[in-house]
């Protein structure tokens, strides 16, 4: 069965600092590697995604990943956030027999002025 | 971009009662899921859908029975409501074909049992 924790329930930095959000999979085939962001009040959006080849990837806004296999990790980063950047960030995988997605806990996110 | 749409978005049921959670998709998606979310769990998976006819147990299944009756309707459906099932509700559909692999999710449906 797969899982994914995301240890950080809450992460406060300041805007224009950079930022990374973690995130540690659990499954033992290939992965399907996601992050997903909710702004308050409404659906989840994708940022990014892992399927295969180049370890970093690019999502929207500036935020990107890298899959690390060895660590089984998948965290997010990016350079310099910005206010409108609060928000509740999710890490999921999916597995690549079954479709089952499943998500971490989640992370929030905020970024003071 | 997928379009996925709940309804109702807001709902009161007594407890004991049935309620039903609709969600339909527009993009011919084989894969459906119905996840709550709550603070501090996060979205866990109730059921999910390979296709039409088809029902798969997710990480918490108890208390909850789906449907897919065709490609694009997938019901959530609480036959004896608790309140332990207040939550926000959220449909999800996606593909598996090629590198398509993300699901897009709906607006959400919050359920409160009184």
């Known amino acids: 069965a797969q899982s994914v924790t995301q240890p950080d329930a809450r992460v406060t930095v300041s805007e224009g600092a950079s930022l990374q959000l973690r995130c540690k999979y659990s499954?033992?085939?290939?992965?399907?590697l996601f992050w997903y962001v909710q702004y308050p009040r409404q659906g989840l959006q994708l940022l990014l995604k892992y399927y295969s080849g180049d370890p970093v990837v690019q999502g929207v806004n500036g935020f990107e990943a890298e899959f690390i296999k060895s660590n089984s990790s998948f965290h997010l980063r990016k350079a310099s956030v910005h206010w409108s950047d609060s928000a509740v960030y999710f890490c999921a995988v999916r597995s690549s027999n079954t479709n089952k997605v499943v998500f971490g806990t989640g992370t929030r996110l905020q970024v003071l002025p | 971009e997928a379009a996925v749409t709940q309804s109702p978005r807001n709902k009161v049921a007594v407890t004991g009662g049935k309620v039903t959670l609709s969600c339909n998709q527009t993009n011919n998606h084989n894969n459906m899921y119905w996840y709550r979310q709550d603070t501090g769990h996060g979205l866990r998976l109730i059921h999910y859908s390979y296709g039409a006819g088809s029902t798969e147990k997710g990480d918490i299944p108890d208390g909850y029975k789906a449907s897919r009756p065709s490609q694009e309707n997938f019901s959530l459906i609480l036959e004896l409501a608790t309140p332990s099932q207040t939550s926000v509700y959220f449909c999800?559909?996606?593909?598996?074909?090629?590198?398509?692999?993300?699901?897009?999710f709906g607006k959400g449906t919050r359920l409160t049992v009184v």
């Open positions: 999800a559909s996606g593909d598996a074909r090629g590198r398509n692999t993300e699901v897009f």
């Open positions: 499954y033992s085939g290939t992965p399907y």
